[in-house]
């Protein structure tokens, strides 16, 4: 009898089988080294797994993508490009009948029919009516912004300000720090402390998860301050139910009791920060006091008390550091900005940076020298018919360039063209009732390029089929580590489906002559890392294919550790400190109950949040992912008391609704939110009841810095779905034209 062992490499030898290095471009600060195993013969892959020599992905995925090829092999992926039917109307079919109205063409007819609209509708309305729409459906460097950006650039589109995840976070990090890095993940083991604020760890980051609880062995204490009772929250020593839209006031008074204390570590604050003296005078307001913070945050103050003291101490006599994993939670919020500002502070009051393992992580995205210029031309707009730079528009104000944009002097054109790639903007943009009406327009040319029938798709006049990780050849950096990676082309794209790069340098090379637009993904990754920056000390293209991930080279110090910020010549503000001015003020969100006197006709907090086994709306219609998830699925989660004054039981559905619309869920009464707020996922809105999601409820409302969006500022009422609601709150379907095919 042969071994086992023997078996499978016999069977190998016989089927023929490769493995190829990949890396998980989506939207995730881990991005994962994959091992993808391909059937040499069929050319088809046939297992993925992560690469245990990657030091942060340490041999394992997550639950979402260990299932990645229930997506690349779904029965359901677009496989060769679309037009709209003649005379059907745009908008939902239902899932399964979305060909319905669409019919196949080639790639040759696809590209001629864009490029001769996107040229007539330029010449009719000025190339700032197109509007190219995307986010992050491949964070890799060339999927991400690279031939794309070229395309748009050199037609003089409008430009997108990519704002709807980390924008308020990003400017908030660079007014303070001047930079987006921190603590890396590995050094997280060595922390004594650690707060994970508005950081769903487990769920959306969880290879951190393996060097906090490494840590947590070692006596680490590891408290969440999240107001949902998140899987993170659930496996945390203390978790402290923040109320949404008040960290501002919650950092204020922890750095209240470090000063008050003296937990300050002034020779630090001397040397690198500015402002620390106004800092601690308004600190130390009796506003900022624990006891006056707990009646606005919801928490106690013996709870900010004991956070405080907690935070204080770490690092001192012998004890290991304090680190922050502040993720993006708290910025998705009207003081968004203001918030990641006041907690980025934290670390440079008691100098936790000069610690290994203290600090703060909120990206590492910033630390990757990628030269983006090479790669997006932008020089190129002023080759374009327009001949300058572009006007922008604000990603998070879909809705409005949809459907006012160019009805106010100074406005520029109307969006007479838009093309969607790279993401689900039906779905994911805020204020959909808005977004949809705006994409039914029967006057607007919309493209999109997909892996599915997506709501967006749903509205597409033309369709074209995209390609997944596995199918196209990118650069990666991070937002959650240092290793730059190659992602190797693993199998042939499916179908027609073709890259991002692709699609943008063949709509180039048709629509303008101009040698930028042959570019391969090589030459592009060549490109990339073309720069004379330090950190990419080393890293050259073939030793990235070579070694799959390399390590960026940060400053050492003389022990040969790396620790960002414990020195001043880290910092990279205008002043070269740690920016502390302005201080940051507190001030109650405009849409919220938090420490104002209370808006009456909404009175509870919405958090319309990510799944933990989907990312945002990807995967959101994969049989596996859905059963994985079905514990939230249609589910609005409340407090007891809250539904106690509404006469709501858990299994009841109840109608969830402010002035923007209004969405019909099912309730469940339990402890994963305080008193006052509401907490639902996000959907696809065609896989929702009555095809409206969350962000049926959300506002185009923009944070204090960056422009980012506010979807964790919402405000709505419940009742019960059969009790009457005010009538113009109803977002009815029924307009929405169903084709007739
Ligand atoms: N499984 C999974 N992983 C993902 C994603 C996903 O959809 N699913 N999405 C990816 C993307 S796009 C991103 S940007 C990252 C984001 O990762 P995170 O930043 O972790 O994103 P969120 O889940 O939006 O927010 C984190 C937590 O903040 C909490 N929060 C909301 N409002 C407040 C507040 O006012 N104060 C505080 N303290 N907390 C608040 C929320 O309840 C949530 O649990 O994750 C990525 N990873
Ligand atoms: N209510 C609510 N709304 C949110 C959020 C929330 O937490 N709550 N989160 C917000 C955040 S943080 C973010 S980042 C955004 C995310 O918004 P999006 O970036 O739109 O993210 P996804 O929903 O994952 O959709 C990405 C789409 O890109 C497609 N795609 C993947 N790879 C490729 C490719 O190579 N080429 C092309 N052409 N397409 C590809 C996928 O099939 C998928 O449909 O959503 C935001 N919206
Ligand atoms: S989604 Fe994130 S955790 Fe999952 S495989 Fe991709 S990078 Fe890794
Ligand atoms: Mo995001």
Known sequence: MIPNTCAAV????????????AVCTHDCPDSCAVLVTVDTQSGRATKVQGDPSHPVTRGFLCGKVARYLDRVYSPERLLYPMR????????????????????????????ELVAQRLERTAAAFGPESILPYSYAGTIGQLGYGSMD?????????????????????????????????????????????????????HGNNVHLWPFIEEARRNGAKLIVIDPYRTR????????????????VLLALAIMHVLFRDGYDDAAYM???????????????LPEHAPERAAAITGITAEAIERLAQAYGKAGREGRAPAVIRLNYGVQRSENGGTAVRAVAMLPLITGSWKQRGGGLLLSTSGSFPFNANRLQMPEFMHASRLGRASRVVNMNELGMALTELGSRAGDGPPVKALFVYNCNAAAVAPDS???????????????????????????????????????????????GHLFAQISQQAIAPLGEARSNVWLFGALGRRMFDDPAFNDDEDALIAQALETDHSFFNGITKARLEREGHVALSLPKNERGESLPFSTPEWFATPSGRGELLPVPVFVAPQESRSGAAGDGAYPLEFLPRKADNFMNSTFANLPGHQQMERRTDGILEMHIEDARARGIASGDAVSVWNARGRITLKARVGTTVATGVVAARLDWQKLSHN?????????????????????????VEVARANRPTPPEASTSLADTALPSA
């Open 10 to 21: 016999a069977d190998e030898a016989v089927r023929g089988s490769k493995t190829v290095h």
């Open 84 to 111: 709209r039917r003649p005379g059907v109307l745009k908008g939902p079919l239902p899932q399964g009948r979305e060909a319905e109205a669409f019919e196949r063409i080639s790639w040759d007819e696809a590209l």
């Open 149 to 201: 950006r070229r395309f748009f650039h050199r037609l003089g589109a409008s430009q997108l300000d990519r704002t709807i995840c980390a924008s308020a976070g990003g400017a908030a990090m660079m007014s303070v720090y001047g930079m987006k890095l921190g603590t890396v993940p590995q050094d997280f083991v060595h922390a004594g402390l650690i707060l994970a604020w508005g950081a769903n760890i």
């Open 232 to 247: 993170t929250a659930a496996l945390a020593d203390e978790h402290l139910s923040i109320r949404p839209g008040t960290d």
């Open 270 to 284: 001397h040397d690198c920060t500015r402002g620390a003296e106004a800092l601690k005078m308004h600190a130390l």
């Open 433 to 479: 009732v808005r977004v949809l009406a705006g994409l039914r327009r029967e006057d607007l040319f919309t493209v999109v390029h997909e892996q599915f029938f997506t709501d967006t798709a749903d509205y597409a006049d033309i369709l074209l089929p995209a390609t997944t990780f596995l199918e196209a050849k990118d650069v990666m950096g991070a937002y």
């Open 691 to 715: 095809g409206a999601n969350v962000n049926t409820l959300t506002s185009e409302r923009l944070t204090d810095l960056g422009g980012g969006a506010t979807f964790y500022s919402t405000l």
